[in-house]
């Protein structure tokens, strides 16, 4: 029996009481991610990511005794922001605050009120398995219809103070009623060196006419390999803009999907991923455009120093009959080392006729005409390099709004090897 | 201010300057003219610095020192500045910022403390006018989108307030309209002075008549083949350069 299947029993004794629908969920998905087991450099798309050291290192489920003393001052906090603490798996609801429109159910009371966004519905993601057989941690927030939420929510998932290696399968979901606006700050911070786990699954549904903006914060700890899956469901003229952030985890996957299920939908989607020694960040991001008139856009950066590694992998799905999609996407990466390596597979698959598609993908160093250019007006060339990757960085950072989580991502990638 | 003596340099094993002379002082203007592929961009780009290439032979002084082992950098905080043939494009970061960084390099140099605020808007504001430059450029990255004529004008600007000793101009009149034209050499003629001298790089006699040169040079094939006074320039105009192979 391996480590996972000792966890796995032992959350089932440990809550008996748990709902009988949802205790067969996650029976069914183990058995799922038993079948598919751990993905192995054979899966095409997988094979540039070495998932080993999950495998190997017996982390246990986060239990009540994790719950360390409270920290004085949560780290990462936004001002101006309302704000959901999770720590060590955690939910703190005596630090959480909310605006009114927006609500805060268990996984259980969620269920109940839709159990659809639990449904593996033949996913092979054995990630999404596992969450679903071992979700222990996150919530789930409701933005009733016709709510504008003026001020963005922050989810922290803080990881501190462990005494062993442990493993946390956060599932958020999110609903954004009809004619909605929010924006969410997904923030994922570790403050630890000990191993650690983290395997959330974020389920987004955006109803008719409702919009959001989600930023995802990734700051674990290099100790951590964090697995995520964000999926995202936009219906009829449904808005959704994106920014990713991540410095963190030495081993970081991420398989977004977008389906847009009604028509007049559109999404944005910036990236920007910063790696050193010997981190390795992949991404893979699916987009599929099922109905008409909707859009899309993607740009995905990545900043690689020392030995690091990253993967990009796009795919826009334009469907059969769809009309009038317009996707673009685009992939940019830059070296900072020649140990550094970039793996970038930016595809389309087009089955309609009426599209207007665009892709790129370029991986470089940094420009030398462009240092010389700024050595000619006195400035240093090592003042000159660190211009340059600030101002590749800067398209995706001056984009991120408000400009309080835009200040707070900053000044985090200001200080990145600093 | 400027003496270069017999300099050979190559690139990637092909000799491009075979032996060039050149001699400026304070207060002089030198033209150097000569077709496409002549060594023109390379001496100028030799003389700010720029390493991918080999002098195999001869020196570059400046002021008298000789700048071989000078970064970039430190000949431009030494008043070398090159206006590019084509300037660079640098996404994502902000004009403003980085006129701002290059005054402020220059004053750290000479131990002065860095701009205000308002004293550097006040600035930019004055020498925007003198390039016909409207605001909006600070706010966009540096020559990013901006027209060719809009780069060059960029160079100027750069080059009045950073105010340089040594100006050396890279084709900066090449791709331009008589306007553009007009408002470059106008750059050039406010920046003119005693204490200063300026190398105009040009294969077009048309900047020369607004903005008039002391001396005219003719570099073919990697050597001055023939100097001048501005007449030089005219006479270019009328035979072409063959006269002179």
Known sequence: MNYLQRQFHALLDHCPDERKEIRSLRKTAFDRFNQLGFPTKKWEEWQFTDFSEIRKN???????????????????????????????????????????????????????????????????????????????????????????????????????????????????????????????????????????????????????NASLNHIRILEEDVSCCHTATTNYILKNDARLNTTSFSSGAKLFRHDIKLDFTGDGGEAVFNGLCLTEDQQHHDQHVIVDHQQNFCQSRQLFKYILADKSSGVFNGKVVVRKNTKQTDADQSNRNLLLSPSALMNANPQLEILSDDVKCSHGSSTGELDDDAIFYLQTRGIDSETAKLLLIHGFANEIIEKVKPISVQDYIHNQFTDWRS | MLEIKNLCAAVENKEILKGVNLNVKQGEVHAIMGRNGSGKSTLANLIAGKNNYSVTSGEVYYKGKNIADISPEDRALNGIFLSFQ?????????????????????????????INAADFMRLIKEKLKEVDLDETYLKRSVNDGFSGGEKKRNEILQMLILEPELAILDETDSGLDIDALKTIAHGINQYRREDRAIILITHYQRLLKYAVPDYVHVLMNGRIVKSGGKELALELEEKGYSWLE
């Open chain 1, 58 to 208: 017996e982390y246990r489920l986060a239990s009540g005794k994790d719950l360390p003393k409270i920290p004085d001052k949560i780290p990462g906090l936004i001002p101006d922001t309302y704000s959901v603490i999770i720590i060590n798996g955690h939910y703190q609801p005596q630090l959480t605050k909310l605006p009114m429109g927006v609500s805060v159910k268990s996984h259980e009371e969620f269920f109940q009120f839709d159990e659809n966004v639990y449904s593996l519905n033949g996913n092979k993601n054995p990630f999404l398995a596992l969450n679903t057989a071992l979700m222990n941690s996150g919530v789930s927030l409701i933005v009733e219809p016709d709510s504008i939420i003026e001020k963005p929510i922050q989810i922290i998932h803080l990881t501190t103070a462990l005494s062993d290696q442990f493993m946390n399968h956060p599932r958020l979901v999110l609903n954004i009623g009809k004619n909605s606006q929010a924006a969410l700050v997904e923030h994922y911070i570790g403050e630890t060196e000990i191993p650690y786990f983290v395997n959330p699954v974020t389920q987004v549904l955006i109803d008719g």
């Open chain 2, 86 to 114: 084509y300037p660079v494009v640098i996404p994502g970061v902000n004009t403003t910022y980085f006129l701002k960084e290059a005054l402020n390099a220059k004053r750290r140099n000479r131990e002065k403390d860095e």
